[in-house]
């Protein structure tokens, strides 16, 4: 079956940088694009960054662009998030998510990791 | 890129029926026709219940259903259940090729 597992969150200091890592299994991580989604606490659902299924594509949310990059490595099935200059606004709760649809992607969100805290505390 | 607006709140008893609505621009829920749904119980990952405005994903109860006219979307919960309590947010692809999210509306069954 398909899982997503988040790994890398933590509790970091403003303007400190953190890699989070999404490893795959249960389907074919090459032919899907990727989408990283955070939740800060009781507030809704954020769509950071989508990456294509072959990496050539990325687009991101306008509060995070030049902050954060997402990359995938197809050969490891991983899928990661680079946050650079942490700010306290950054503190959620970070999923990655797969496409419902193989290459192009059709922006639905399909399998979702737990997801993985992230708390950003001077 | 500002969220989709949804309403904060809905309530039904079991049985019956509500709608969720969703609205957004021309750049994103009116120009295209890639709206979804997502129910999410809190502390577990969400679940797609709708996409392009109007599909179900295989194992989705057909009591789920949406549409859209012009800048708006609808999601519609009929027969309401007990285990349908939970937080409902849409979302829309946009003209940058980006993703955006609702509020979010938190459903509660009296």
């Known amino acids: 079956q398909v899982q997503l597992v988040e790994s890398g969150g933590g509790e970091v200091q403003p303007g400190t940088s953190l890699r989070l890592s999404c490893e795959a299994s249960?389907?074919?991580?090459?032919?899907?694009?990727m989408h990283w989604v955070r939740q800060a606490p009781g507030k809704g659902l954020e769509w950071m960054a989508i990456m294509s299924s072959d990496g050539n594509k990325k687009y991101y949310v306008d509060s995070v662009k030049g902050r954060f990059t997402i990359s995938r490595d197809n050969s490891k099935s991983t899928l990661y998030l680079q946050m650079n200059s942490l700010r306290l606004e950054d503190t959620a709760v970070y999923y990655c998510?797969?496409?419902?649809?193989?290459?192009?992607?059709?922006?639905?969100?399909?399998?979702w990791g737990q997801g993985t805290l992230v708390t950003v505390s001077s | 890129q500002s969220a989709l607006t949804q309403p904060a709140s809905v309530s039904g008893s079991p049985g019956q029926s509500i709608t969720i609505s969703c609205t957004g621009t021309s750049s994103d829920v009116g120009g295209y026709n890639y709206v979804s749904w997502y129910q999410h119980h809190p502390g577990t990952a969400p679940k797609v219940m709708i996409y392009?405005?109007?599909n179900r994903p295989s194992g989705v109860s057909n009591r789920f259903s949406g549409s859209k006219s012009g800048n708006t979307a609808s999601l519609t919960i009929s027969g309401l259940q007990a285990e349908d309590e939970a937080d409902y947010y849409c979302?829309?692809?946009?003209?940058?090729?980006?993703?955006?999210f609702g509020g979010g509306t938190k459903l509660t069954v009296l």
């Open positions: 998510a797969t496409d419902y649809c193989t290459s192009p992607s059709c922006y639905t969100l399909d399998y």
């Open positions: 979302s829309s692809y946009t003209s940058s090729s980006t993703l955006v």
């Open positions: 249960g389907f074919t991580f090459s032919r899907y694009g």
């Open positions: 392009d405005v109007s």
